[in-house]
């Protein structure tokens, strides 16, 4: 595929707008689609306007990050292609220093004027008019909420952290307080001298909990024995007030009673809060024909080098390795990208190559085929990392899981 081709990126933050740098300098005519008004993925906070029952439904949140969100890793780790942080900030920047930098990034690489915002993508198809080459599309047509457009490639670099992981919810559909998730969490004033239950203790839990510690008047964090196994237990209260204290998972509600596996039972519970993590958006999962999430619900699965469809190459999806150092990943992805499209990176032999996805099982695809052998083990022929998860989180305030797309 030569450099004067098409190429559509869905999503405008940070992996979209590193890879349209890239393409853009290797000569690809390229185009954004940003469902925002605004660039900046999850570094560009989203107000709300009310507190959110997840049971109500969460369409129209955009974003998990909230006014006291920083990184957890210094800016060189995040570092942006040949464009460094100015001297002046500091070694852990706040939300809006780095969408700043972003902003700023756009402009110095000219491409505000190939990002379209407000369309929301929604559908992509094999071009009905540019036929077939060897069985496969010449082009692909997708659909926005405002129009349709032709292209040679797609890549999509979407933010996994736009769409809540839940957990089975029939257990706790009986609970009468509000039943929230950590994507719409905007600040701990909400839960002043209340109760607070949140489930999980991952990032945006162990964040959470202690920000929330600061105006509730009593909060437990909850989790499944072995959550968080390698962190050292902590057994007494602790957080703003001392009134913050873990517990084992929850299995049931009654009313605003919380009912535990051990058996205790948290009583007048006001907000239970589930920090259970993310997923990408079922839209973009079933727009790549073949792909399904990984085995944690975490990425979707199977990609070649966790980047490459692998009947159809010229599709792509960046961000999809959780270990990582996101920017840095997102410029070697998009390099990688680039190459293949100019054909100076041919994709390996189709009929022996075994793929990685973290899906439990091993698959191969050949001759334009998808094959998957039941194993439950991983074969890994690209830069897949140990399951891990990568937060942005604040120093020394409260903070949130928060994905770098």
Known sequence: ?????????????????????????????????????????????????????????????????????????????????????PDDYPCYPRHDEVLSQLQRFAEHNGLLPHIR??????????????GLTNGNPKRWQIQTSQNSAEFDAVVFCNSRYYYPKLPDLEPLLSFTGRLEHSFSYRGPAAYRNQRIALVGTGPSGEDLSREISHCAS????????????????????????????????????????????????????DVLILCTGYQPDPVFRQALPGIELSGDKSCMAPLYLNLFHPVHPELSATGMT???????????????IAGYLKGKNPIANRTTTTICGRTGRASKFRAGELFCSQKNQYETAGPAGKHGEYSVTGKGNGRSTCDQQ
């Open 117 to 130: 915002f407000n369309h929301r993508f929604l559908t992509l198809e094999a071009s009905p008019k540019s």
């Open 218 to 269: 009593r909060v437990f964090l909850c989790a499944h024995s072995g959550s968080r196994e390698l962190h050292k237990p902590i057994w007494k209260p602790y957080g703003a007030n001392q009134n913050l204290t873990r517990h084992r998972d929850v299995i049931a509600c009654n009313g605003r009673t919380v009912i535990l596996e051990n058996g205790e039972k948290l009583q007048d519970i």
């Open 322 to 336: 959780l270990a990582s150092a996101p920017f840095i990943l997102y410029h070697c992805q998009a390099e990688v």
């Open 1 to 85: 595929m030569s450099a004067n081709k098409e190429v559509a990126i869905i999503g405008a933050g940070p992996a979209g707008l590193i890879t349209g740098s890239i393409l853009k300098k290797a000569g690809f005519t390229i185009t954004l689609f940003e469902q925002r008004n605004c660039l900046g993925g999850s570094w560009a906070i989203q107000p709300l306007s009310e507190l959110i029952d997840i049971r109500d439904g969460l369409s129209g949140i955009y974003c998990p990050t909230y006014p006291t969100l920083r990184c957890n890793v210094p800016r060189q780790t995040m570092a942006l292609p040949d464009f460094p942080y």
